[in-house]
């Protein structure tokens, strides 16, 4: 089971793991022993409540098929049991991540003396740039 908040849980039976074979270098052992992790989860078919799903399925990632079905590969440690964990953790940062309301952004205006500050730089700047001309009067 993974706890998302005090009301929000993913019971262990809506969560698909199967064993599959790592990719990479790993000698003989990666050759012999299924120790990645798919782990696939259905958002649609889920008892999430209805908040999170719409916010699970608006989000732009790769890991989330047309159907509503997050696949996450799990493949970093030399274990099932710690790519099983490895893989319900990354599960849990993504529902957590989607679900996390942004704060809203207030436009403010600059101070009248950052205003100032800025013209006077700007002036400054073509003055320099200004004498760096060509040389008349002569």
């Known amino acids: ?11 262990e039976d809506e969560l698909h ?12 052992n990666v050759n012999k022993v299924s120790s990645a992790i798919h782990l696939r989860f259905d958002v649609k078919n889920s008892s ?13 990632d ?9 696949v996450i590969k799990a493949q970093q440690y030399r274990t099932q049991e710690k790519n099983r964990l490895d ?13 996390r309301v942004q704060k809203a952004r207030h436009a403010t205006k600059p101070t009248r003396s950052s205003q100032k500050r800025r013209v006077d730089s700007k002036t400054q700047r073509g003055k320099t740039k200004s004498l760096r001309g060509k040389v008349k009067g002569f």
């Open 1 to 11: 089971m993974i706890v998302i908040s005090r009301n929000v849980t993913i019971p």
């Open 62 to 70: 790769s890991r989330i098929n047309k159907d509503g079905i997050i």
């Open 87 to 99: 893989a319900c953790q990354r599960l849990y940062d993504l529902i957590t991540n989607a679900t």
């Open 48 to 60: 999430l409540p209805e908040f999170y799903k719409t916010r699970l399925l608006a989000l732009k």
């Open 17 to 28: 793991f199967s064993a599959i074979r790592a990719q990479g270098s790993g000698g003989q």
